[in-house]
Protein backbone atom coordinates (compact mmCIF):
# COMPACT_ATOMS: atom_id res chain seq x y z
CA UNK A 1 0.00 0.00 0.00
CA UNK A 2 2.86 2.19 0.50
CA UNK A 3 4.20 2.97 -2.42
CA UNK A 4 0.79 3.03 -4.03
CA UNK A 5 -0.51 5.78 -1.59
CA UNK A 6 2.79 7.61 -2.38
CA UNK A 7 2.30 7.94 -5.81
CA UNK A 8 -1.14 9.18 -5.21
CA UNK A 9 0.41 11.84 -3.06
CA UNK A 10 2.82 12.84 -5.56
CA UNK A 11 0.21 13.02 -8.37
CA UNK A 12 -1.76 15.53 -6.15
CA UNK A 13 1.47 17.79 -5.48
CA UNK A 14 1.55 18.09 -9.35
CA UNK A 15 -1.98 18.49 -10.00
CA UNK A 16 -2.35 21.18 -7.17
CA UNK A 17 -3.43 24.43 -9.50
CA UNK A 18 -5.73 22.52 -11.65
CA UNK A 19 -7.80 21.43 -8.21
CA UNK A 20 -7.67 24.95 -7.57
CA UNK A 21 -9.10 25.73 -10.89
CA UNK A 22 -11.60 23.61 -9.97
CA UNK A 23 -12.63 25.13 -7.13
CA UNK A 24 -12.64 28.30 -9.14
CA UNK A 25 -15.05 26.94 -11.70
CA UNK A 26 -17.79 25.68 -8.84
CA UNK A 27 -17.42 28.63 -6.57
CA UNK A 28 -18.18 30.25 -9.69
CA UNK A 29 -21.68 28.96 -9.16
CA UNK A 30 -24.08 30.62 -7.24
CA UNK A 31 -25.73 27.56 -5.62
CA UNK A 32 -27.51 29.49 -2.70
CA UNK A 33 -30.97 27.48 -1.63
CA UNK A 34 -32.11 30.02 0.41
CA UNK A 35 -32.89 32.39 -2.70
CA UNK A 36 -35.31 31.50 -4.98
CA UNK A 37 -33.71 33.50 -7.70
CA UNK A 38 -30.80 31.19 -7.74
CA UNK A 39 -32.73 28.21 -7.74
CA UNK A 40 -31.57 27.02 -11.21
CA UNK A 41 -27.91 27.97 -10.24
CA UNK A 42 -28.37 25.11 -7.30
CA UNK A 43 -29.00 22.43 -10.04
CA UNK A 44 -26.49 23.26 -12.56
CA UNK A 45 -24.45 22.85 -9.62
CA UNK A 46 -25.66 19.39 -8.89
CA UNK A 47 -25.92 18.69 -12.43
CA UNK A 48 -21.95 19.67 -13.09
CA UNK A 49 -21.48 16.94 -10.31
CA UNK A 50 -23.25 14.31 -11.98
CA UNK A 51 -21.97 14.76 -15.14
CA UNK A 52 -18.16 15.43 -13.96
CA UNK A 53 -18.90 11.42 -12.22
CA UNK A 54 -20.56 9.89 -15.00
CA UNK A 55 -17.65 11.41 -17.18
CA UNK A 56 -15.23 9.63 -14.72
CA UNK A 57 -17.24 6.40 -15.21
CA UNK A 58 -19.82 6.42 -11.97
CA UNK A 59 -23.04 4.98 -12.39
CA UNK A 60 -25.59 8.04 -10.87
CA UNK A 61 -28.64 8.70 -9.89
CA UNK A 62 -30.72 11.90 -9.97
CA UNK A 63 -33.33 12.02 -7.41
CA UNK A 64 -35.87 14.74 -7.18
CA UNK A 65 -37.57 15.04 -4.04
CA UNK A 66 -39.90 17.02 -4.24
CA UNK A 67 -41.07 21.08 -4.53
CA UNK A 68 -41.12 23.82 -1.62
CA UNK A 69 -42.79 27.14 -1.71
CA UNK A 70 -39.51 29.87 -0.96
CA UNK A 71 -40.49 33.90 -1.09
CA UNK A 72 -43.54 33.00 -2.40
CA UNK A 73 -42.47 31.01 -5.27
CA UNK A 74 -43.21 27.50 -5.89
CA UNK A 75 -40.23 25.64 -6.66
CA UNK A 76 -38.72 22.05 -7.41
CA UNK A 77 -36.27 21.22 -4.71
CA UNK A 78 -32.62 20.67 -6.16
CA UNK A 79 -32.14 17.01 -7.06
CA UNK A 80 -30.32 14.83 -4.50
CA UNK A 81 -27.66 13.01 -6.46
CA UNK A 82 -26.64 10.09 -5.64
CA UNK A 83 -23.86 7.68 -7.46
CA UNK A 84 -21.37 4.49 -7.34
CA UNK A 85 -18.06 4.67 -8.48
CA UNK A 86 -16.68 0.37 -8.24
CA UNK A 87 -18.65 -2.39 -7.49
CA UNK A 88 -16.28 -5.07 -6.84
CA UNK A 89 -17.70 -7.56 -3.95
CA UNK A 90 -14.31 -8.38 -2.65
CA UNK A 91 -14.18 -4.26 -1.57
CA UNK A 92 -15.35 -2.84 1.22
CA UNK A 93 -17.78 -0.05 0.19
CA UNK A 94 -18.04 3.44 1.94
CA UNK A 95 -20.65 5.53 1.52
CA UNK A 96 -19.64 9.46 1.28
CA UNK A 97 -22.09 12.72 2.19
CA UNK A 98 -21.64 16.62 1.03
CA UNK A 99 -23.66 19.17 -0.20
CA UNK A 100 -23.24 21.91 -2.70
CA UNK A 101 -25.07 24.29 -1.78
CA UNK A 102 -24.23 27.94 -0.22
CA UNK A 103 -25.04 30.26 2.18
CA UNK A 104 -26.12 33.35 0.60
CA UNK A 105 -23.34 36.32 0.34
CA UNK A 106 -22.75 39.55 -1.09
CA UNK A 107 -20.56 41.95 -1.75
CA UNK A 108 -22.05 45.09 0.08
CA UNK A 109 -21.82 42.38 2.71
CA UNK A 110 -18.33 43.04 4.03
CA UNK A 111 -16.93 40.54 1.58
CA UNK A 112 -12.84 41.37 0.06
CA UNK A 113 -13.76 41.07 -3.17
CA UNK A 114 -16.60 39.05 -5.36
CA UNK A 115 -17.80 36.19 -3.24
CA UNK A 116 -18.64 33.50 -6.21
CA UNK A 117 -15.13 34.82 -7.57
CA UNK A 118 -12.36 31.96 -5.76
CA UNK A 119 -9.40 34.65 -5.24
CA UNK A 120 -5.91 32.79 -4.31
CA UNK A 121 -3.90 35.07 -1.43
CA UNK A 122 -1.34 35.77 -0.97
CA UNK A 123 -1.21 33.81 2.72
CA UNK A 124 -2.41 30.89 0.91
CA UNK A 125 -5.81 31.76 1.98
CA UNK A 126 -8.47 30.71 -1.48
CA UNK A 127 -11.23 32.60 -0.59
CA UNK A 128 -14.96 32.31 -2.22
CA UNK A 129 -18.44 31.42 -0.79
CA UNK A 130 -18.82 27.50 -1.17
CA UNK A 131 -14.84 27.06 -0.67
CA UNK A 132 -14.93 25.49 2.45
CA UNK A 133 -18.85 24.77 3.15
CA UNK A 134 -18.63 22.14 1.69
CA UNK A 135 -17.76 22.40 -2.34
CA UNK A 136 -13.85 21.96 -1.39
CA UNK A 137 -14.87 18.77 0.37
CA UNK A 138 -17.14 17.93 -2.00
CA UNK A 139 -14.76 18.33 -5.03
CA UNK A 140 -12.43 15.99 -2.79
CA UNK A 141 -13.69 13.04 -3.07
CA UNK A 142 -14.10 13.45 -6.89
CA UNK A 143 -10.34 14.68 -7.28
CA UNK A 144 -9.41 11.78 -5.00
CA UNK A 145 -11.24 9.46 -7.45
CA UNK A 146 -9.94 11.02 -10.89
CA UNK A 147 -6.39 10.74 -9.47
CA UNK A 148 -6.49 7.22 -8.92
CA UNK A 149 -7.78 7.21 -12.47
CA UNK A 150 -4.83 9.59 -13.97
CA UNK A 151 -2.28 7.82 -11.35
CA UNK A 152 -3.41 4.31 -13.04
CA UNK A 153 -4.37 3.00 -9.09
CA UNK A 154 -7.00 0.59 -8.74
CA UNK A 155 -9.49 2.20 -6.39
CA UNK A 156 -8.85 0.63 -3.26
CA UNK A 157 -13.40 0.44 -1.97
CA UNK A 158 -16.17 0.90 -3.95
CA UNK A 159 -17.51 4.08 -3.63
CA UNK A 160 -20.90 4.97 -2.92
CA UNK A 161 -21.83 9.07 -2.80
CA UNK A 162 -24.89 11.11 -2.00
CA UNK A 163 -25.16 14.64 -2.52
CA UNK A 164 -27.44 17.38 -1.98
CA UNK A 165 -28.55 21.06 -2.67
CA UNK A 166 -30.30 21.80 0.52
CA UNK A 167 -28.17 21.09 3.64
CA UNK A 168 -27.97 25.33 3.99
CA UNK A 169 -31.61 25.11 3.95
CA UNK A 170 -32.74 22.30 6.50
CA UNK A 171 -31.96 19.59 4.11
CA UNK A 172 -35.56 19.66 2.94
CA UNK A 173 -36.43 15.97 1.85
CA UNK A 174 -33.14 13.97 2.14
CA UNK A 175 -34.31 11.86 5.33
CA UNK A 176 -37.16 10.30 3.41
CA UNK A 177 -34.77 9.71 0.31
CA UNK A 178 -32.20 8.30 2.86
CA UNK A 179 -34.65 6.36 4.27
CA UNK A 180 -36.14 5.08 1.43
CA UNK A 181 -32.85 4.31 -0.42
CA UNK A 182 -31.24 2.31 2.73
CA UNK A 183 -32.03 -1.35 1.41
CA UNK A 184 -31.87 -0.17 -2.55
CA UNK A 185 -28.46 2.40 -3.38
CA UNK A 186 -27.23 2.65 -0.05
CA UNK A 187 -27.34 -1.55 0.45
CA UNK A 188 -24.23 -3.12 0.84
CA UNK A 189 -22.39 -0.04 2.92
CA UNK A 190 -19.86 -0.84 5.52
CA UNK A 191 -18.67 2.71 6.39
CA UNK A 192 -20.10 6.25 6.82
CA UNK A 193 -17.62 9.10 5.97
CA UNK A 194 -18.83 12.55 5.96
CA UNK A 195 -16.35 15.82 5.31
CA UNK A 196 -18.68 18.93 6.43
CA UNK A 197 -17.17 20.42 9.63
CA UNK A 198 -13.60 21.61 10.66
CA UNK A 199 -10.47 21.53 13.25
CA UNK A 200 -10.63 22.86 16.20
CA UNK A 201 -7.71 24.91 15.58
CA UNK A 202 -6.03 25.84 12.75
CA UNK A 203 -2.76 23.86 12.87
CA UNK A 204 -3.78 20.50 13.88
CA UNK A 205 -6.26 17.97 12.20
CA UNK A 206 -9.13 16.06 13.94
CA UNK A 207 -11.31 13.45 13.80
CA UNK A 208 -14.81 14.38 14.94
CA UNK A 209 -17.15 11.86 16.90
CA UNK A 210 -19.85 13.64 18.75
CA UNK A 211 -22.45 16.20 17.78
CA UNK A 212 -25.05 17.85 20.36
CA UNK A 213 -28.72 17.40 19.47
CA UNK A 214 -31.41 20.17 19.60
CA UNK A 215 -34.60 20.86 21.56
CA UNK A 216 -36.54 24.02 20.14
CA UNK A 217 -39.32 25.87 22.38
CA UNK A 218 -41.84 28.70 21.73
CA UNK A 219 -42.71 30.33 25.05
CA UNK A 220 -45.89 31.83 24.76
CA UNK A 221 -47.52 34.39 27.31
CA UNK A 222 -50.82 36.16 25.63
CA UNK A 223 -52.82 39.02 27.95
CA UNK A 224 -55.34 41.11 26.20
CA UNK A 225 -57.09 40.86 23.37
CA UNK A 226 -55.27 44.10 21.73
CA UNK A 227 -51.99 45.75 22.63
CA UNK A 228 -52.73 48.20 25.19
CA UNK A 229 -51.54 51.77 25.86
CA UNK A 230 -49.06 51.83 28.77
CA UNK A 231 -50.36 55.16 30.05
CA UNK A 232 -53.76 53.58 30.45
CA UNK A 233 -52.92 50.39 31.12
CA UNK A 234 -49.88 50.19 32.87
CA UNK A 235 -50.21 49.05 36.72
CA UNK A 236 -53.57 47.88 35.88
CA UNK A 237 -53.58 44.70 33.84
CA UNK A 238 -50.84 41.95 34.25
CA UNK A 239 -48.45 42.47 31.16
CA UNK A 240 -47.69 39.50 29.03
CA UNK A 241 -43.73 40.62 28.33
CA UNK A 242 -43.74 40.96 32.42
CA UNK A 243 -44.29 37.25 32.85
CA UNK A 244 -42.45 36.47 29.47
CA UNK A 245 -38.95 38.01 30.49
CA UNK A 246 -39.58 36.54 34.10
CA UNK A 247 -39.92 32.94 32.66
CA UNK A 248 -36.99 33.36 30.67
CA UNK A 249 -34.95 34.67 33.32
CA UNK A 250 -35.57 31.47 35.35
CA UNK A 251 -34.35 28.79 32.57
CA UNK A 252 -30.53 29.48 32.84
CA UNK A 253 -28.61 31.42 34.82
CA UNK A 254 -25.31 33.51 34.57
CA UNK A 255 -22.70 30.67 34.40
CA UNK A 256 -24.43 28.90 31.93
CA UNK A 257 -26.02 26.40 34.09
CA UNK A 258 -29.68 25.41 33.19
CA UNK A 259 -32.18 25.85 35.96
CA UNK A 260 -34.49 23.17 34.93
CA UNK A 261 -34.75 20.35 37.72
CA UNK A 262 -33.45 17.41 36.60
CA UNK A 263 -32.62 18.16 33.12
CA UNK A 264 -28.53 16.73 33.90
CA UNK A 265 -29.80 13.58 35.38
CA UNK A 266 -29.68 12.00 31.90
CA UNK A 267 -26.20 13.46 31.15
CA UNK A 268 -23.48 10.83 30.15
CA UNK A 269 -20.57 10.57 33.27
CA UNK A 270 -17.39 11.72 32.44
CA UNK A 271 -15.05 8.75 32.42
CA UNK A 272 -11.14 9.07 32.62
CA UNK A 273 -10.93 8.11 28.83
CA UNK A 274 -12.76 10.99 28.40
CA UNK A 275 -10.91 13.01 30.23
CA UNK A 276 -7.43 12.03 28.84
CA UNK A 277 -9.02 12.61 25.89
CA UNK A 278 -8.38 16.78 26.36
CA UNK A 279 -5.07 16.21 27.24
CA UNK A 280 -2.24 18.28 24.42
CA UNK A 281 -6.12 19.65 21.91
CA UNK A 282 -5.53 22.35 19.97
CA UNK A 283 -7.41 24.93 22.05
CA UNK A 284 -6.83 28.25 24.17
CA UNK A 285 -8.59 30.93 25.49
CA UNK A 286 -6.64 33.44 24.39
CA UNK A 287 -7.22 32.40 20.28
CA UNK A 288 -11.07 31.67 21.75
CA UNK A 289 -10.79 34.95 22.88
CA UNK A 290 -9.73 36.54 20.17
CA UNK A 291 -11.95 34.89 18.02
CA UNK A 292 -14.80 36.78 19.79
CA UNK A 293 -13.40 39.79 19.52
CA UNK A 294 -13.73 40.26 23.57
CA UNK A 295 -12.78 38.04 26.27
CA UNK A 296 -16.99 36.76 27.62
CA UNK A 297 -16.11 33.15 28.08
CA UNK A 298 -17.71 31.89 31.23
CA UNK A 299 -14.85 29.33 32.69
CA UNK A 300 -11.70 29.72 33.75
CA UNK A 301 -10.19 26.43 32.91
CA UNK A 302 -10.07 25.28 29.30
CA UNK A 303 -10.91 21.85 29.94
CA UNK A 304 -14.53 23.32 31.11
CA UNK A 305 -14.77 25.67 28.42
CA UNK A 306 -14.93 22.64 26.03
CA UNK A 307 -17.13 20.47 28.02
CA UNK A 308 -19.38 23.18 28.04
CA UNK A 309 -19.55 23.09 24.22
CA UNK A 310 -19.23 19.62 23.60
CA UNK A 311 -20.61 17.15 26.28
CA UNK A 312 -22.71 19.14 28.59
CA UNK A 313 -26.78 20.66 27.77
CA UNK A 314 -26.46 24.55 27.37
CA UNK A 315 -29.48 26.69 26.92
CA UNK A 316 -29.59 29.36 24.88
CA UNK A 317 -32.48 32.52 24.80
CA UNK A 318 -32.53 33.33 20.99
CA UNK A 319 -35.42 36.25 20.57
CA UNK A 320 -38.69 37.38 20.88
CA UNK A 321 -41.53 37.92 19.14
CA UNK A 322 -44.44 40.14 18.86
CA UNK A 323 -42.55 42.98 21.14
CA UNK A 324 -41.66 46.27 19.50
CA UNK A 325 -38.11 46.23 18.84
CA UNK A 326 -38.24 48.93 15.65
CA UNK A 327 -35.81 52.29 16.09
CA UNK A 328 -37.44 55.02 18.13
CA UNK A 329 -39.46 55.07 21.02
CA UNK A 330 -42.95 53.30 21.24
CA UNK A 331 -45.36 53.30 24.96
CA UNK A 332 -46.76 49.88 24.12
CA UNK A 333 -47.61 46.88 25.92
CA UNK A 334 -47.68 43.61 23.53
CA UNK A 335 -50.62 41.73 23.85
CA UNK A 336 -48.92 38.26 23.17
CA UNK A 337 -45.58 38.05 23.09
CA UNK A 338 -43.87 34.67 21.97
CA UNK A 339 -39.83 34.24 23.29
CA UNK A 340 -37.57 31.72 22.04
CA UNK A 341 -34.99 29.58 23.04
CA UNK A 342 -33.50 26.22 22.45
CA UNK A 343 -31.63 23.41 24.64
CA UNK A 344 -28.61 22.08 23.19
CA UNK A 345 -28.45 18.08 24.09
CA UNK A 346 -25.70 15.10 25.00
CA UNK A 347 -25.77 11.59 25.47
CA UNK A 348 -27.88 9.98 26.89
CA UNK A 349 -30.74 12.75 27.14
CA UNK A 350 -33.85 11.92 25.60
CA UNK A 351 -35.95 14.31 23.41
CA UNK A 352 -39.19 13.62 25.32
CA UNK A 353 -37.93 13.86 28.92
CA UNK A 354 -36.01 17.16 27.63
CA UNK A 355 -39.29 18.80 26.41
CA UNK A 356 -41.82 17.07 29.88
CA UNK A 357 -39.20 18.68 31.87
CA UNK A 358 -38.90 21.62 30.34
CA UNK A 359 -42.96 22.26 30.28
CA UNK A 360 -43.65 21.53 33.57
CA UNK A 361 -40.76 23.61 34.83
CA UNK A 362 -42.09 26.90 33.10
CA UNK A 363 -45.91 25.79 34.13
CA UNK A 364 -44.35 25.61 37.68
CA UNK A 365 -42.62 28.96 37.88
CA UNK A 366 -46.00 30.57 35.84
CA UNK A 367 -47.75 29.35 38.46
CA UNK A 368 -46.02 31.39 41.13
CA UNK A 369 -46.35 34.67 39.48
CA UNK A 370 -50.10 34.30 39.90
CA UNK A 371 -50.66 35.81 36.58
CA UNK A 372 -54.25 35.98 34.57
CA UNK A 373 -52.29 35.19 31.10
CA UNK A 374 -52.44 32.95 28.99
CA UNK A 375 -49.39 30.41 28.85
CA UNK A 376 -48.09 28.03 26.53
CA UNK A 377 -44.92 25.70 26.11
CA UNK A 378 -44.75 24.66 22.00
CA UNK A 379 -41.91 22.69 21.17
CA UNK A 380 -40.98 23.17 17.19
CA UNK A 381 -38.10 21.00 16.16
CA UNK A 382 -36.17 17.62 18.44
CA UNK A 383 -32.94 16.71 17.20
CA UNK A 384 -31.18 14.06 18.56
CA UNK A 385 -27.73 13.94 19.79
CA UNK A 386 -24.77 11.59 17.63
CA UNK A 387 -22.08 10.12 19.57
CA UNK A 388 -19.60 7.65 18.34
CA UNK A 389 -16.55 5.72 19.99
CA UNK A 390 -12.97 6.97 18.45
CA UNK A 391 -12.02 3.09 18.85
CA UNK A 392 -14.06 2.25 15.75
CA UNK A 393 -11.95 1.10 12.65
CA UNK A 394 -13.56 3.97 10.76
CA UNK A 395 -12.04 6.49 13.24
CA UNK A 396 -8.66 4.32 13.33
CA UNK A 397 -8.31 3.95 10.09
CA UNK A 398 -8.99 7.68 9.82
CA UNK A 399 -6.29 8.46 12.34
CA UNK A 400 -3.96 6.70 10.20
CA UNK A 401 -4.65 8.33 7.42
CA UNK A 402 -4.35 11.66 9.04
CA UNK A 403 -0.74 10.91 10.73
CA UNK A 404 0.43 9.75 7.31
CA UNK A 405 -0.65 12.74 5.75
CA UNK A 406 0.04 15.49 8.61
CA UNK A 407 2.74 13.76 10.49
CA UNK A 408 0.90 14.18 13.55
CA UNK A 409 -2.31 12.33 15.88
CA UNK A 410 -5.50 13.85 15.14
CA UNK A 411 -7.12 15.22 17.66
CA UNK A 412 -10.45 13.20 18.97
CA UNK A 413 -13.21 16.16 19.06
CA UNK A 414 -16.69 16.59 19.54
CA UNK A 415 -18.78 19.48 18.12
CA UNK A 416 -21.17 21.83 20.09
CA UNK A 417 -23.64 22.08 17.05
CA UNK A 418 -25.53 19.53 15.05
CA UNK A 419 -25.35 17.72 11.87
CA UNK A 420 -28.79 15.82 11.19
CA UNK A 421 -27.93 13.50 8.79
CA UNK A 422 -25.34 12.10 10.44
CA UNK A 423 -27.91 10.38 12.61
CA UNK A 424 -30.14 9.56 10.07
CA UNK A 425 -27.35 7.61 8.20
CA UNK A 426 -26.44 5.71 10.99
CA UNK A 427 -29.76 4.47 12.13
CA UNK A 428 -30.95 4.30 8.54
CA UNK A 429 -28.24 2.11 6.99
CA UNK A 430 -26.61 0.50 10.41
CA UNK A 431 -23.08 1.43 10.18
CA UNK A 432 -20.61 3.64 12.04
CA UNK A 433 -20.04 7.20 10.50
CA UNK A 434 -17.11 9.25 10.78
CA UNK A 435 -16.54 12.93 10.48
CA UNK A 436 -12.77 13.47 8.86
CA UNK A 437 -12.67 17.38 8.39
CA UNK A 438 -10.49 19.50 5.99
CA UNK A 439 -11.17 22.88 6.63
CA UNK A 440 -9.76 24.80 9.72
CA UNK A 441 -11.61 26.44 12.72
CA UNK A 442 -10.68 29.76 11.02
CA UNK A 443 -12.55 29.40 8.11
CA UNK A 444 -15.51 31.28 8.34
CA UNK A 445 -17.85 29.56 7.56
CA UNK A 446 -21.40 31.35 6.53
CA UNK A 447 -19.46 34.60 7.31
CA UNK A 448 -17.98 36.69 4.94
CA UNK A 449 -14.29 36.21 3.49
CA UNK A 450 -15.33 32.68 3.73
CA UNK A 451 -11.93 31.00 2.44
CA UNK A 452 -9.96 27.30 2.76
CA UNK A 453 -6.42 26.95 3.40
CA UNK A 454 -4.54 25.98 0.21
CA UNK A 455 -2.72 23.53 2.65
CA UNK A 456 -5.93 21.79 3.76
CA UNK A 457 -7.55 21.49 0.08
CA UNK A 458 -4.62 19.85 -1.08
CA UNK A 459 -3.55 17.91 2.26
CA UNK A 460 -7.24 17.23 2.13
CA UNK A 461 -7.49 15.73 -1.06
CA UNK A 462 -4.18 13.36 0.40
CA UNK A 463 -6.09 12.59 3.29
CA UNK A 464 -9.37 11.54 1.86
CA UNK A 465 -7.76 9.10 -0.83
CA UNK A 466 -5.33 7.98 2.83
CA UNK A 467 -8.70 7.39 4.33
CA UNK A 468 -10.02 4.33 1.71
CA UNK A 469 -6.62 2.87 1.57
CA UNK A 470 -6.52 2.44 5.20
CA UNK A 471 -9.96 1.49 5.41
CA UNK A 472 -9.09 -0.98 2.52
CA UNK A 473 -6.77 -2.13 4.84
CA UNK A 474 -8.99 -3.12 7.95
CA UNK A 475 -9.21 -6.50 8.70
Partial sequence: MANTVEKYFDLVDQNQQKFIETLREVVAIPSVSGDASRRADVVRMGEWLQARWEALGAQCKRVDPGKQELQGEVLDLPPVILGQYGDDPSKKTVLVYGHYDVQPALL???????????????????????STDDKGPVLGWLLCAETHKQAGIDM???????????EESGSEGLDAIIIDEADKWFKGTDLVCISDNYWLGTQKPCLTHGLRGVSYFHLEVEGPGADLHSGVFGGTVHEPMVDLVHLLSRLVDNDGRIKVPGIYDQVMAVT?????????????????????????????????????????PTLSIHGVEGAFYAPGD??????????????????????AKVAELVTKYIGDEFAKLGSKNRMRVIETHAGRWWYSSPDHPNFVAAAKATERVYGVKPDLTREGGSIPVTL????CLKVNVLLLPMGAADDGAHSINEKIDKRNYIQGIKLLGAYLHEVAALD
Fill in 424 to 427: TFEE
Fill in 156 to 166: PVNLKFCFEGM
Fill in 272 to 312: DDEERSYEGLEFSHKALAGDLKHDVIIHDDERMTLKHRWRY
Fill in 330 to 351: KTVIPARVRGKFSLRTVPNMEP
Fill in 108 to 130: EDGWETDPFTLVEKEDGRLVGRG
